[in-house]
């Protein structure tokens, strides 16, 4: 089984519609992460989260919400999407490490395929 | 403004030759640099990475460079091998903030 585990793979869904997807992880690492990508272009960040009750958000956070529902799982919300949001999303997770060994290293999801039509 | 950059696309190389990709930054507080590997239906995978007081890092086939002073690092993989083609996407770690930015990622193509 994947260490980050993301449902659903793919969602085809309409204007207007709220979407959640989901993240969990059993790698034990508090840190999670939403990523998207679009076609030619690389990932970029949508929401991130150091622990439980600690939420921030990312460089391209508008139209999205997230939750943390505990260490292992973290959820990204389209509150109503829309067809800019196709796109595929990335759900990561990293592990500050014993001292002096932070690299910021990634530990991916296989990804979910939205399309908004 | 995009902060890290990867200004090719694609490359293509013969099997058994070296493949260069190559990324520039613009931020300094940049301390740790990284690649993925991409398979298509896959998640990036961790690949190499380097520290922003090193300017080498080695890994079997894969070295990893870095300028500072130029803000630029690239990835060489010698002997290149068809199993090596996949999008290789270039991440810079501000691990202070916790954050990593990446470049939009080239396409390696291994040809036999």
């Known amino acids: 089984d994947a260490d980050v585990t993301q449902t659903p793979r793919n969602r085809i869904t309409k204007t207007g519609k709220r979407i959640m997807l989901e993240c969990s992880q059993t790698?034990?690492?508090?840190?999670m992460y939403w990523y998207r990508q679009d076609p030619g272009l690389g990932l970029r960040l949508i929401y991130y989260?150091?622990?439980?009750?600690?939420?921030n958000k990312g460089e391209i956070s508008d139209g999205y919400s997230v939750s943390r529902q505990a260490q292992a799982k973290f959820s990204l919300s389209l509150e109503s999407a829309i067809p800019n949001q196709t796109a595929l999303y990335f759900c990561a997770t990293s592990d500050l490490g014993g001292s002096g060994s932070y690299t910021g290293e990634l530990f991916f999801g296989e990804g979910s395929r939205l399309t908004v039509l | 403004d995009q902060q890290v950059k990867q200004n090719s696309p694609s490359l293509s190389v013969q099997e058994g030759r070296i493949s260069i990709l190559n990324c520039d930054y613009t931020?300094?507080?940049?301390?740790?640099f990284l690649w993925y590997k991409k398979y298509p239906a896959e998640g990036p995978t961790f690949l190499i990475s380097i520290s922003s007081i090193k300017d080498k890092n080695e890994d079997g086939r894969f070295t990893v460079f870095l300028n500072k002073s130029a803000k630029h690092l690239s990835l060489h993989i010698v002997p290149s091998q068809p199993g090596d083609s996949a999008v290789y996407f270039c991440?810079?770690?501000?691990?202070?903030?916790?954050?990593?930015?990446f470049g939009d990622g080239t396409t390696l193509t291994v040809k036999p």
């Open positions: 991440a810079a770690s501000d691990t202070n903030a916790g954050k990593s930015t």
């Open positions: 790698k034990g690492h508090d840190r």
């Open positions: 989260s150091f622990d439980v009750k600690d939420i």
């Open positions: 931020n300094s507080m940049f301390d740790y």
